[in-house]
DNA sequence: GCCGTTTTCGGCCCGACTGTTTTCAGTCG
């Protein structure tokens, strides 16, 4: 059973656990699902290898939860679920997605009227049969089928790159309002996670009605939730929720950090507070009566006796005892990127001819690109063979000739072949100065498979880089299944370094990866794998996966000069 | 049900918004 599989019952174990009263286990089954669902490993794979001991060593999962979690792997189901069901046949998961429904108002409905899933909830609710129901009324009947007809449509959680456009748009249009004082951007979107589930943005101001006003009002704000003096929530026209908040002056330090998160890095860092008598909240951190910290997040992890973290660290894996310790990394900055490792032309299924993807590369500050175009077996995207590639390196010298300013590294995106051989003669691969190889068939091996197809392309000595390792895309669960620990100790063993890969919707390697692979001592190499000049322009979101993987300047490639670059990759 | 430099028992983050409840429960983040 996958991760996903045994998440999904344990949330729903806490809600039906909720809706009957009781005390404290929802909230350990609602951890233990979010402890499961963020694993970077198949808790299949944990089982497997340890047995119930290894589940327990998962934070959030004790002696109770980790037989349950046992017997859905062995058996496939949950006895105490399907119990718990029958009491209370609802289908949460669907249902508590509808603002204002939780799991006691759904037991309510289902109570009175039978009301087990989305489609006989919408029935129900265009009957006109819920709003005379004790607790409920006309508002929230017609509440619950607006949150019907939004769930209707698309939603769920957008990529980083789609949504960060979008936020930093609504974020200058009320910065325009003389009534905004200071305005940031909070939640997961500042942290820069992979995928966002909704915008959050934060604000001052000395007139909260005329913000709050401004904002349900946006063109870009498709149904209001919510509109108070503090808090206003929407639904937006990309299909994403955002809500606005308005907080004092000398609380927007300690509203920015809470708002910010993780849940679980506030909860870690309130627990400190409360350990040194202070209490932590949005409006700052209070020692009895008196504030004394909330105007800045510097003030306030310095009066917990922390330096500041970055929020890309924010996710209580450990950067808080780092802090404690004085061993937080030094971040890679974009400033710190000299180059970018994975750019597409016009020779194979880029926009733009070698020249001008060059010349892009110059006016972002690069002082190298490096042009790396499929391979011959990637016929859709007009792969180059042996012969093209040769004349590719005419043009590029050709290019650098008339171009002052930046060096051109001679690159290739090399299919890996089933069998794990590489798309074009070694002796064509020599003449590479980077050989990134990259799968773009048969992703449906068995993970041993999969896994050796890639160490065996590894050994080859040309191969220098792995591009986008995991082959997820959005929309889509991890392409393919990898011993990440078989395939680090090859890349160790050959000198290979791993690719972020930085293009927008792919959804590659994710924060846990590369904390790993550091741990091998393994290095990384951003790419944008831009198809066209504009999309260089996500080297951002690549620096900020690396960030989200702890990775310092000298752990990325992209931060060598161009000969030091060619000189690692040299056989 | 989980967890432990307060603890193997007794805690478990905290506050705003909404609707309908005339004093608060449920939901949300």
Redesign the pocket.
């Known amino acids: 059973m996958k991760n996903e599989s045994v998440a999904k019952i344990l949330y729903e174990i806490a809600d039906i656990l909720e809706a009957q009263d009781v005390?404290?286990?929802p909230?350990?089954?609602r951890k233990?699902a979010m402890a499961i669902e963020s694993l970077s490993e198949e808790v299949e794979d944990i089982y497997r290898g340890g047995g119930k001991k290894a589940l327990l060593k998962i934070?959030?999962?004790?002696?109770?939860?980790?037989k349950k979690v046992e017997e859905m792997i062995t058996t496939g189901g949950l006895g105490y679920y399907a119990r718990l069901k029958k009491e209370l046949p609802i289908d949460f998961g669907t249902l508590?997605a509808?603002?204002?429904?939780?799991?006691?108002?759904?037991k309510k409905l289902f109570n009175a009227l039978g009301v087990r899933t989305l489609e006989e909830l919408k029935e129900a609710a265009e009957r006109g049969k819920i709003a005379g129901l004790?607790?409920?009324?006309?508002?929230?009947e017609q509440?619950i089928l607006k949150g019907i007809a939004l769930l209707e449509k698309t939603r769920g959680r957008a990529l980083l790159g789609a949504i960060l456009p979008d936020a930093l748009a609504i974020v200058e249009k009320l910065k325009e309002s003389k009534a905004v004082g200071r305005i940031g951007i909070a939640g997961s979107l500042r942290r820069m996670k992979e995928t966002v589930g909704?915008i959050?943005i934060l604000a001052t101001s000395g007139e909260p009605g005329r913000v709050m006003g401004l904002f349900v009002s946006l063109p870009e704000v498709e149904a209001v939730f919510?509109?108070?003096?503090?808090?206003s929530s929407v639904h937006l026209k990309n299909g994403l929720?955002c809500?606005l908040r308005v907080v004092e002056e000398d609380s927007f330090g300690s509203a920015l950090q809470y708002?910010t998160g993780s849940?679980d890095h506030?909860?870690a860092l309130?627990?400190i507070a409360?350990?040194m008598g202070y209490?932590l909240?949005e409006?700052g951190i209070f020692k009895g009566e008196e504030k004394i910290a909330g105007r800045t997040e510097e003030e306030v992890y310095g009066r917990l006796g922390l330096p500041y973290i970055e929020p890309e660290l924010r996710e209580n894996t450990g950067e808080i005892e780092a802090a404690q310790e004085g061993r937080l990394p030094a971040l890679i900055e974009l400033e710190e990127v000299r180059g970018d490792l994975h750019v597409h032309t016009n020779w194979s299924d880029g926009s733009e001819p070698v020249e001008e993807v060059v010349l892009a590369a110059r006016e972002r500050g690069y002082e190298w690109v490096c042009i790396s175009d499929h391979s011959q077996s990637l016929r859709i995207a007009h792969g180059l063979d042996e012969r093209d590639l040769e004349r590719q390196f005419d043009e590029i010298e050709r290019v650098k000739g008339g171009i002052t300013g930046i060096e051109v590294l001679r690159g290739i995106e090399c299919d890996i072949r089933k069998d794990g051989s590489l798309d074009l003669m070694d002796e064509t691969l020599e003449r590479c100065d980077i050989v990134i190889g990259a799968v773009h068939s048969h992703f449906n091996l068995p993970m041993r498979e999969m896994t050796e197809r890639m160490m065996r392309a590894m050994e080859n000595p040309n191969l220098d880089i792995i591009g986008h390792p995991t082959g997820r895309l959005l929309g889509e669960r991890e392409a393919y299944e990898l011993d990440w620990e078989r395939l680090f100790d090859a890349a160790e063993d050959n000198g290979i370094a791993f690719e972020i890969n930085a293009f927008p919707s792919r959804l590659d390697l994710d924060g846990a990866h590369i904390k790993a692979a550091l741990a091998h001592g393994l290095q990384f190499a951003i790419g944008t794998d831009a198809h066209t000049k504009d999309q260089m322009d996500f080297m951002e979101l690549g620096v900020a996966t690396a960030r989200r993987g702890w990775a310092e300047g000298k752990d990325v490639l992209n931060t060598l000069g161009a000969e030091d670059v060619r000189r690692r990759f040299s056989p």
Do not use: H, V
Not at 134 to 140: A, L, Q
Not at 226 to 231: D, I, L, S
């Open positions: 005390q404290w286990k909230a350990a089954y233990a934070p959030g999962i004790g002696e109770n939860i980790s508590t509808i603002p204002g429904l939780g799991p006691k108002k759904l004790e607790g409920f009324g006309e508002k929230s509440e909704d959050d919510a509109k108070g003096m503090t808090k929720d809500d708002f849940k506030n909860i309130r627990k409360i350990k209490k909240s409006y």
